[in-house]
């Protein structure tokens, strides 16, 4: 696309689809709001960028000039950002469209984007289960055909989670790939922005525009963006390994049926496939809720109701404008987190709690390097144990709910790059297998991928 | 204090914030200055905006290198920034940025003259980056507080010293001395009036020859050099007081207030809190390189005590003379020009030390005499051309309204008369007006000869050469 008009064609169309898409409660933008934004920036978009005219929608914990960014939070209702996050502007550099805000977990904390103040987002296929979350809007709309591409954020497996369960590719690149400058923190050893795309190559393209050093984020490692690799003819000389603890007894069948179908196109391709172990794994879960509450319990510090945001009535003093703004402004999945969090950090409980966690963290990270070292370039894994579930179902339970990210918090933690591309379905509802390469090695990850895209019968029953 | 129960001995130690004088914010591009109109000196980062992130400033790390090695302390090739959690309208993250476990240095020292004990080495336990609040103003809007986050991400470092002090004037010495090293080595102002000092004490006593130590309070909130010791002496008499009726210490922060001298414990809810120490993870480790130590050392002048060691031996000047010398860095840096425009070193020490520093006390610390026309003044001295009295006098006028030395001399006259005849004329009408000492002289009283050469320097309005003047007077007091 480089002739002017058609940005704004796509514009109108994307505007069109997304509010077609309205049901889903999956973008927070209000229509004419997002129709007036979108010409506007349509007729401002550079047409020499790659991604000229391409409608992208972002997750609404990061930062836009244009839109509110509210984290699905009530207490950051109604806030305008006076910058906007080094992703957006670079995604703007090159020419795309940012397509509106979307829903997700507070402050991307849940695992199904029921946990929004603006409330719950639907599958795009069965409006009684989830998305999964907590990127679960973007993940909608992409996955609803609304937008191409969406951007999201993992701190624990928020973009391939909901990938997996909508059927889409979600890539989370490893730790200091992208900026987080302008990403609200939630745990920032964990945070990182990822993509959403309806392809492999959609989803990698904007990974690449989005990627590469920023003097912003001290955490952002000093490199040059991504550099896409070419869809290969075979995955000859690849080693992927399969860790047998992502494959536990009780992996829901089709998602078994659907690995194992994966697996062997793999071996059809060329790679070499090796069964790996991460003793570590079983304390991924475990772990991560206590990092990721640590690090949200001190990032959320700053809601106060002093500066910005909304400030709840009733304030005596003080202690009690940050009690009723906090009380009133965090939903109950954040509080809890806070709590938590304040806790494990407590003098008396931190070397019990947190840095225990932190040595297991690098026990964890450990792991995959053992692997890496023998020889394996990648290794494949289910992105979830189930497929979509039901809206509610694991509200009541919130280890239930945890423990649906057990095998993509490990990523999060040894700050590796890991991706979700659709492998099968069962019942119409997708199911996703799971790629995690090495540190800054994205384009391997990225060419196994494209590889296995080509053959994977992602639309049929496995 | 001497009571039943034995002398009493009084432990403090030090926390002290320095502001690194840097051009911008430790964490952000915001300018560090003081005095800007309330928050605008503010960004997305110093405002603790939602996304935003810090990045630390090279030139806060380079001065807080310097200052770790100016006062002799082990780099940590590895530090770490810390989060220190507590809530506070004038912390807008909610948390600080400090050092905490891992701190840049540790385990320096600072030599210091303590009145009572003579030289003595104070232990710098730690030395860390860290960044400032903002202000809370209570007194700007009836009812409301106000803030303003100028100050908030202002570079900092935190010097704690061990319970080295013995007493208050000690401690204040202390301080007095680290100032002048911060300010030497162009690490900070070190001004408290405008907070880029601040003390916080620790302070406790036990009996004289006690080895262990009593229970501590920490003394907050002292804004000034001239209330170190009131604050630290108050406090030592109150825990004296109190533990000689019976009572005992109780471990409390207390504020300083100076309007009554007094000590108030602070406030419950200003007591320290459960800060929730964690590293912080939006900055890696700070990484030091023995290059980039070795560069910040090249940095460093000469020190204070190095300087004063050196101008006793090479100037041969006595250590009170070389100790007022390097007090000031300008001030030792225009002696030494003196000298090398060809003054005298001890006569130019003398010069600098009285009429220099006084004239500079009473005009804004300015060294108004320029280095070379003082030697010159010396030098005139020396040669005799000019008496001390009028010398002084020229130096005055220099300093008022510039000029040569020797010009102004002559333009007041006051150049010194050799010639004879012109002297013996003056010590005849001093000889004349004092009868009664020429006969006293005349008896064997010769101690009364400095009182007629001071008369002749009087009636000579300093032109007299004093010594051609004793000469004369001696031949005719003896005639």
């Not at chain 2, 980056?129 to 103003?137: N, R």
């Amino acid at each position: 696309m480089s002739d002017p008009g058609e940005a704004l064609a796509s514009a109108k169309a994307a505007a069109d689809r997304i509010v077609r898409a309205k049901r889903l409660n999956a973008c927070l933008t209000p229509p004419k709001e997002l129709r007036q934004s979108l010409t506007k920036q349509a007729q401002a978009a550079h047409p020499s960028g790659v991604l000229y005219g391409m409608p992208v929608a972002v997750k609404d914990n990061i930062c836009t000039l244009e839109f509110t960014t509210t984290c699905g939070s009530r207490i950051l209702e109604g806030y305008r950002s006076p910058y906007e996050a080094t992703a957006v502007a670079k995604l703007k550099a090159a020419g795309a469209l940012i397509a509106g805000k979307t829903n997700c977990d507070e402050f991307g904390m849940g695992s199904s984007t029921e946990h929004s103040t603006y409330g719950r987002t639907l599958h795009p296929f069965d409006k009684t289960r989830v998305p999964g979350g907590s990127s679960g809007g973007s993940a909608a709309l992409v996955a609803a055909g609304a937008v191409p591409a969406g951007l999201g954020s993992e701190t624990g497996g928020s973009v391939r989670q909901p990938a997996s369960f909508c059927g889409i590719v979600g890539i989370k690149p490893t730790y200091g790939r992208v900026s987080r400058s302008g990403l609200v923190a939630f745990g920032s050893s964990l945070d990182q922005i990822g993509v959403f795309g309806r392809s492999v190559h959609d989803a990698a393209r904007v990974l690449s525009v989005i990627s590469g050093r920023d003097p912003r984020d001290s955490t952002c490692e000093a490199r040059d963006s991504l550099r896409l690799p070419t869809v290969p003819e075979s995955l000859q000389g690849f080693v992927i390994g399969i860790p047998k603890e992502y494959f536990p007894p009780d992996l829901a069948p089709a998602v078994r049926r659907a690995c194992d179908r994966a697996i062997r196109l793999l071996k059809e391709l060329g790679a070499a496939v090796r069964e790996v172990s991460l003793p570590h794994t079983q304390y991924a879960v475990p772990t991560y809720y206590i990092i990721a509450p640590a690090e949200a319990s001190s990032n959320l510090a700053r809601y106060d109701g002093a500066r910005y945001g909304p400030r709840f009535d009733g304030a005596r003093d003080v202690r009690a404008l940050y009690r009723t703004t906090r009380g009133e402004g965090f939903g109950p999945e954040v509080r809890r987190r806070i709590l938590v969090g304040t806790y494990v950090l407590s003098s008396g409980y931190y070397d019990a709690y947190y840095r225990r966690a932190q040595q297991m963290r690098a026990l964890i990270a450990q792991d995959f390097r053992n692997v890496f070292d023998r020889g394996v370039d990648l290794l494949f894994t289910p992105t979830t144990p189930t497929p979509a579930f039901k809206a509610g179902e694991k509200l009541a339970d919130p280890v239930a709910m945890y423990l649906s990210d057990i095998f993509v918090v490990t990523a999060n933690l040894a700050g590796l790059p890991a991706m979700s591309l659709p492998i099968g379905r069962v019942k119409g509802l997708p199911i996703g297998g799971q790629l995690i390469g090495q540190a800054f090695l994205e384009d391997e990850m990225i060419e196994a991928a494209y590889a296995l895209e080509r053959v994977v019968p992602a639309a049929q029953d496995a | 204090m001497t009571v039943a129960g034995g002398a009493w001995e009084t432990v403090i130690g030090l926390e002290t914030h320095v502001q690194l004088r840097t051009a911008s914010k430790m964490f952000c591009g915001c300018s560090a200055a003081f005095g800007a109109p309330p928050n605008t000196n503010v960004c997305p980062v110093c405002l603790g905006l939602p996304g935003a992130l810090p990045v630390p400033n090279e030139q806060a790390l380079k001065l807080a290198v310097r200052a770790a090695l100016a006062l002799g302390c082990t780099l940590h090739p590895k530090s770490v920034f810390a989060r220190k959690n507590y809530f506070y309208p004038d912390l807008p993250k909610g948390y600080q940025i400090s050092q905490f476990e891992q701190p840049l240095a540790t385990q320096g020292a600072l030599s210091y003259v303590s009145p009572e004990r003579g030289l003595t080495t104070a232990t710098i336990v730690r030395l860390h980056l860290e960044e400032d609040a903002g202000k809370s103003l209570h007194d700007r809007f009836p009812k409301e507080t106000a803030i303003d986050l100028n100050r908030c991400g202002v570079p900092l470092i935190e010097i704690v010293t061990g319970p080295d002090f013995r007493s208050p004037p000690e401690a204040r010495r202390y301080l007095q001395t680290l100032k002048q090293v911060l300010e030497y080595a162009g690490i900070s102002d070190c001004d408290m009036e405008k907070g880029s000092l601040r003390v916080d004490a620790n302070v406790s006593v036990r009996r004289a020859g006690a080895t262990a130590l009593g229970t501590k309070t920490e003394v907050k909130n002292i804004n000034s050099f001239a209330y170190v010791e009131k604050a630290l002496t108050v406090e030592r008499d109150r825990q004296i007081a109190l533990l000689e009726g019976g009572g005992v210490v109780e471990q409390q922060t207390l504020l300083y207030d100076s309007k009554t001298n007094g000590v108030r414990p602070q406030r419950s809810k200003e007591q320290s809190h459960d800060y929730r120490y964690f590293p912080d993870p939006d900055l890696p480790p700070l990484a030091l390189t023995e290059e980039f130590i070795a560069q910040q050392q090249a940095q460093l002048p000469e020190l204070p005590a190095t300087k004063r060691e050196r101008f006793m031996t090479q100037y041969a000047l006595s250590v009170n003379d070389a100790d007022v010398l390097t007090g000031d860095r300008a001030v030792a840096d225009y002696y030494e020009a003196v000298v090398h425009a060809g003054a005298d070193a001890k006569l130019a020490a003398n010069w600098v030390i009285n009429e220099v520093l006084a004239d500079a006390k009473t005009h804004d610390e300015q060294l108004r005499v320029p280095p070379g026309a003082l030697a010159q003044l010396i030098g005139l001295v020396r040669g005799g051309t000019l008496s001390q009295q009028a010398a002084k006098r020229v130096f005055a006028e220099v300093a008022e309204r510039g000029g040569e030395p020797r010009n102004v001399a002559e333009a007041l006259g006051v150049v010194q008369v050799g010639d004879s005849g012109v002297v013996a004329g003056w010590v005849t009408e001093v000889l004349g007006a004092h009868p009664q000492e020429v006969v006293r002289y005349k008896q064997g009283e010769t101690k009364l000869m400095p009182f007629f050469v001071g008369q002749v320097m009087k009636v000579s309005r300093g032109k007299a050469d004093p010594k051609l003047a004793q000469r004369i007077l001696e031949e005719k007091l003896a005639a």
